[in-house]
């Protein structure tokens, strides 16, 4: 894994252990029905931002994973976008 990687890595995990404590405090003072929810989660750990900035991530690399992988390899010394006129 290269260096960003290992750094993305690190602060998805920075950011997962807060959420993952009060998820817990909340499941088990109310049980997981009634007290776990994206909201009631972003509210009390205040990370909405957060939040939404990890799924967008997530989302992204899982795209461009599918975008690569559909493209194919390149030819050495080719430049990616050159097949499609870019």
């Known amino acids: 894994m290269s260096i960003t990687g290992n750094r993305r890595e690190r602060e998805r995990a920075q950011r997962h252990r807060p959420i993952l404590a009060v998820a817990r405090e909340l499941a088990e003072a109310e049980g997981w029905e009634a007290a776990i929810t994206t909201r009631r989660l972003a509210t009390c750990v205040e990370v909405k931002d957060a ?32 097949a499609y006129g870019l």
């Open 51 to 82: 939040i939404v900035t990890a799924v967008a991530e997530e989302g992204f690399a899982e795209l461009a994973k599918l975008l690569r992988a559909m493209r194919g390899p390149t030819p050495e010394g080719a430049s990616p976008t050159a």
